[in-house]
């Protein structure tokens, strides 16, 4: 059983739709990433997700029961953690998150909840532990509040733009730990973020919203098969160069910024082949490259927005 399932859902604002007809699914496990431009419809879509607002239409599955607005019963299965990172500036990062262990009514430590311990040392929060959390690195709150929605290891883990704030070896940190939940506790995570390069190597299933519809799922390691490639060249005679590639049923065109450039399957598969056939015509190539589009310009291109 999908442990989100999402059907036909609807969110409209006056005139603005905000979600518009999404159905997407989330299997035990995996960790999905929903990718999208600001204002794309990733924070709503998980604010519906949670049951803090209404579909304007469709229906929200979460954990097998249907979620309905201010309904919180699913929300001790779930770890969540919506926008702006929020924390009691004056409580110590310490009593801050044993503030959350009691309100979740969760017991000191047992087998399987972590302690307050646990969790800082985790995030590597550990200097940390006993500073308020208003003189904490937007990079430490985002820590901080990643730790509160961690504290119970939730069957499920809902959150929003998660890396937002931290530096790279903070993303590499909760890459990891994202990573060791999954597989060590089964936990299925569901992510937002606008970054793909980011996600690619974190999430196992992406979905890529805009404009408030989901325009393209892929399992994550599809997506070297949906970005496009060339082989790039130059010679001394580009002219000739393309009479004898065009007599070996090539096509080439010219490519931006001088060369020439070949997408034909079989040129980007041997391009020994190629060289063979400038070679014997006497116009060898200087420089032979593939290139491949890189994950943002494909994220970009399949959203429609590369000359935004
Ligand atoms: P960001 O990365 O900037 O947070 P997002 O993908 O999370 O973007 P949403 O915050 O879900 O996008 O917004 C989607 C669209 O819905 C935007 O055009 C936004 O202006 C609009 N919207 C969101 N909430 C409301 C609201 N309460 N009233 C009116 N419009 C809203």
Redesign the pocket.
């Known amino acids: 059983m999908p442990v989100i399932e999402v059907n036909g859902v609807v969110k409209r604002?006056?005139d603005?739709t905000?979600?518009d007809e999404v159905s997407l699914r989330v299997q035990p496990g995996q960790i999905y990433a929903l990718l999208?431009?600001?204002?794309?419809?990733?924070?709503?879509?998980i604010r519906m997700l949670l049951g803090m607002i209404a579909p304007t239409r469709g229906s929200v599955h979460v954990l097998g029961a249907a979620v309905s607005a201010g309904d919180r019963s699913a929300w001790a299965r779930v770890g969540y953690l919506v926008e702006a990172p929020a924390a009691y500036p004056e409580l110590t990062v310490r009593e801050n998150l044993e503030l959350v262990r009691r309100l979740r009514r969760l017991p000191g430590v047992t087998a399987n909840v972590t302690g307050v311990a646990d969790v800082i040392d985790q995030l590597a929060l550990t200097p940390y532990a006993d500073r308020r959390a208003r003189t904490l690195s937007l990079g430490n709150l985002q820590r901080l509040a990643l730790a509160k929605a961690l504290i119970h290891i939730p069957d499920l883990l809902i959150l929003?733009?998660p890396v937002n704030g931290l530096d790279p070896a903070g993303v590499v940190e909760i890459r990891t730990l994202l990573a060791g939940l999954a597989h060590q506790h089964g936990t299925t995570v569901l992510l937002?973020s606008?970054l793909l390069a980011e996600v690619a190597r974190l999430a196992t299933r992406i979905g890529i919203?805009h404009h408030?519809r989901l325009r393209a799922e892929h399992h994550a390691d599809q997506l070297d098969r949906q970005r496009h490639r060339h082989l790039h060249l130059t010679t001394r005679d580009d002219t000739a160069a393309d009479h004898a590639l065009r007599a070996h049923g090539y096509h080439p065109h010219p490519a931006d910024g001088g060369g020439l450039q070949l997408t034909d399957e079989h040129a980007l598969t041997r391009p020994d082949q190629v060289a063979t056939v400038l070679v014997h015509a006497d116009v060898p190539p200087t420089r032979l490259v593939t290139v491949e589009e890189d994950l943002e310009t494909y994220f970009l291109r399949i959203v429609g927005a590369d000359h935004a």
């Open positions: 604002y006056r603005v905000a979600v999208g431009l600001n204002g794309a419809g990733k924070t709503t879509l929003d733009e937002s606008h919203l408030g």
